[in-house]
């Protein structure tokens, strides 16, 4: 779960320089489109992230599509508030895509709203007096991912931190609490694998038989890790 780091491209193309050296001038004889260190780097993490991904062609078909359209009304503000609140860009906006699609007025039955989808006792929490405001909603998703991290401690690594954060953000955090408690062992040691199986076991009244409230937010963190890696992968250049 959130294995893959971000790379630095300078950094990866020092290390394998002689090896896209090689490939490159192999590559150059051809009339195909000019080929750089970048744009070699770029292809090999592309493949690399993409292999994580669990979507379907048509879900990575609608995502690229709406990268090109709405993200790019609000790269910036998804770029200013994670630097703001020292988190990853593409993180943040993959929970908005998740959440919402990117669309700033996006309402559910649940009466959560806006592009970070927040309810209205995290929105006050926050300081966000209008939902619908997508520069509100942006920063204040960004400031509530950036409490939650602080306040989780659990998993036994960096991905698996991001993974139990993300499930707070879903479920609550007292709700991940009292899930990990029900987990035998130290609290501190538990993995989210452990915690993944423990949700999807969990059973409560609003559940169906075929869909439980802890299945969604196995599902949440699962596709939130899915839409990060392709925004790294469009994004390697940068």
């Known amino acids: 779960m959130f294995k893959i780091k971000k790379i630095?491209?300078?950094k990866f193309l020092s290390k394998n320089a002689a090896i896209l050296f090689v490939f490159i001038s192999l590559m150059s004889c051809s009339k195909d489109p000019v080929v750089t260190p970048v744009s070699v780097y770029c292809s090999v993490i592309s493949e690399k992230l993409l292999a994580f991904s669990r979507l379907s062609n048509f879900e990575k078909q609608k995502f690229q599509e709406l990268s090109d359209t709405r993200l790019q009304k609000y790269k910036n503000d998804f770029i200013e508030a994670a630097?703001?609140?020292d988190l990853e860009w593409e993180l943040l906006a993959a929970v908005a895509f998740q959440e919402s699609q990117w669309n700033p007025k996006a309402r559910s039955a649940t009466q959560v709203k806006g592009m970070m989808m927040l309810t209205l006792p995290t929105a006050a929490s926050v300081g966000v007096t209008?939902?619908?405001d997508p520069i509100q909603s942006i920063y204040g998703g960004a400031q509530y991912l950036s409490e939650l991290r602080q306040m989780v401690e659990y998993g036994t690594s960096s991905g698996d931190k991001t993974a139990f954060v993300l499930a707070a953000y879903n479920l609550g955090m007292t709700n991940v609490k009292n899930?990990?408690?029900?987990i035998n062992g130290n609290p501190s040691k538990v993995t989210w694998l452990e915690l993944e199986e423990h949700l999807i076991q969990l059973?409560?009244?609003?559940?169906t038989e075929s869909y439980s409230r802890g299945q969604q937010t196995v599902d949440f963190v699962e596709?939130?890790?899915?839409?990060y890696y392709l925004l790294l992968s469009q994004n390697c250049s940068d």
């Open 8 to 10: 630095q491209t300078v």
């Open 83 to 85: 630097e703001t609140f």
């Open 130 to 132: 209008n939902r619908l």
């Open 179 to 182: 899930a990990v408690d029900q």
């Open 203 to 207: 059973k409560s009244s609003m559940d």
């Open 223 to 227: 596709r939130v890790r899915d839409y």
